[in-house]
């Protein structure tokens, strides 16, 4: 079992910075891939971006291409979702994901309880 806990999140203004944490726990929760996904009002869950376990490879959305940077530290059971240049449409509730398979899909096998991202214009 693996429990994350996301932080980090709050209100921004456009074009602003933030930089959301995800904190695992349990057995061998270094083990696990992790991703980021997001869901804003009345919208789908999207898929944000994921990171491998040893952090050698990364995945983006297109929306967030250059924008957003996908980091984990093994050694502080953490991983990072570092958002610049935010946009309103960038509004959501963020949750991290850990799985045993790496993807772009919500297909993880555990989530957090997400953290609130808000945007104003």
């Known amino acids: 079992q693996v429990q994350l806990v996301e932080s980090g999140g709050g209100l921004v203004q456009a074009g602003g910075s933030l930089r959301l944490s995800c904190t695992t726990s349990g057995r061998r929760a270094s083990n696990y891939h992790m991703g980021w996904f997001r869901q804003a009002p009345g919208k789908e869950r999207e898929f944000v971006a994921a990171i491998s376990w040893g952090g050698g490879i990364t995945y983006y959305a297109d929306s967030v291409k250059g924008r957003f940077t996908i980091s984990r530290d093994n050694a502080k059971n953490t991983q990072y979702l570092q958002m610049n240049s935010l946009k309103p449409e960038d509004t959501a509730v963020y949750y991290c994901?850990?799985?045993?398979?790496?993807?772009?899909?919500?297909?993880?096998?555990?989530w957090g309880q997400g953290t609130q991202v808000t945007v104003s214009s």
């Open positions: 994901a850990a799985g045993l398979k790496l993807k772009k899909s919500d297909e993880y096998d555990y």
